[in-house]
């Protein structure tokens, strides 16, 4: 299981973060998506 901190904006320096996660929000909601190859929501994912 991989453990997630948060962190608000400029608090911790850009070089000690390995990578960012970013979530939105719509409506007050969180914004997941449903895999179709699991039975998992997740963070939707643009390439």
């Known amino acids: 299981m991989i453990k997630v901190n948060f962190y ?5 320096e850009d070089k000690k ?3 960012a ?3 939105a929000k ?3 909601k969180w ?3 449903r895999h ?3 039975q998992t929501w997740e ?3 643009m390439i």
């Open 31 to 33: 914004i997941y998506a």
């Open 43 to 45: 963070i939707p994912l």
């Open 21 to 23: 996660v970013i979530m």
């Open 26 to 28: 719509f409506n007050g």
């Open 36 to 38: 179709k190859n699991r």
């Open 8 to 12: 608000d904006l400029n608090t911790v």
């Open 17 to 19: 973060l390995l990578f």
